[in-house]
Antibody, heavy 119, light 106 residues
Framework: QVQLQESGPGLVKPSETLSLTCTVSGGSITSYYWSWIRQSPGKGLEWIGYVFYSGSTNYKYNPSLKSRVTISVDTSKNRFSLDLTSVTAADTALYYC???????????WGQGTLVTVSS | SYELTQPPSVSVSPGQTASITCSGDKLGDNFAYWYQQRPGQSPVLVIYHDMKRPSGIPERFSGSNSGNTATLTISGTQALDEADYYCQAWGNDAMIFGGGTKLTVL
């Protein structure tokens, strides 16, 4: 089973870029859909987007975040990343990386990493 | 934008049947999915494609989806089923989650 581990800064200043990486083990980065999902403290889940790489990169982002989001794949290191620009306090959340063999649902989740946006 | 609506909370006695609903415009025309999230843990898929159970999910979990409502049913509810449950579907070209339902086993 694919295992996922998020990493990145736990604190980001307002207006700056939030950057997270998800390291994949137990599976190839070229075989799955790789997603980012976040959960604000005490709130529900929000899908950020996914990327799929099979020679070329295909991606889809949540329309509400599309202007600020980039999800990319690093095949040499078997990992994928999230960049979220111009962050505000509303972007404070637990960020999960996740994977699935289909776009329809999420099968595997990382443990999540808390990112706080504050000066 | 497309929205999925769940009741904030549902209570059930041990051994009884719990039903959690998820409402969305013409939800039955799409597949619905359900996740269980215990406190401090990552979500776990418990139902996919409306009514299918992933490997390792107990048979007491079942699902249905018709019209505007998808339903997660837990038969013979156990204390360990106490958790937050989220429905999910695709709408307006995005993966959408419901607001979540806290299931309390009294």
């Amino acid at each position: 089973q694919v295992q996922l581990q998020e990493s990145g800064p736990g604190l980001v200043k307002p207006s700056e870029t939030l950057s997270l990486t998800c390291t994949v083990s137990g599976g190839s980065i070229t075989s799955y859909y790789w997603s980012w999902i976040r959960q604000s403290p005490g709130k529900g889940l929000e899908w950020i987007g996914y990327v799929f790489y099979s020679g070329s990169t295909n991606y889809k982002y949540n329309p509400s975040l599309k202007s600020r989001v980039t999800i990319s794949v690093d095949t040499s290191k078997n990992r994928f990343s999230l960049d979220l620009t111009s962050v505000t306090a509303a972007d404070t959340a637990l960020y999960y990386c996740a994977s699935s063999t289909t776009i329809y649902f999420i099968k595997n989740w990382g443990q999540g990493t808390l990112v706080t946006v504050s000066s | 934008s497309y929205e999925l609506t769940q009741p904030p909370s549902v209570s059930v006695s041990p051994g009884q049947t719990a039903s959690i609903t998820c409402s969305g415009d013409k939800l039955g025309d799409n597949f619905a999915y359900w996740y269980q999230q215990r406190p401090g843990q990552s979500p776990v898929l418990v139902i996919y494609h409306d009514m299918k159970r992933p490997s390792g999910i107990p048979e007491r979990f079942s699902g249905s989806n018709s019209g505007n409502t998808a339903t997660l049913t837990i038969s013979g509810t156990q204390a360990l089923d106490e958790a937050d449950y989220y429905c999910q579907a695709w709408g307006n070209d995005a993966m959408i989650f419901g607001g979540g339902t806290k299931l309390t086993v009294l």
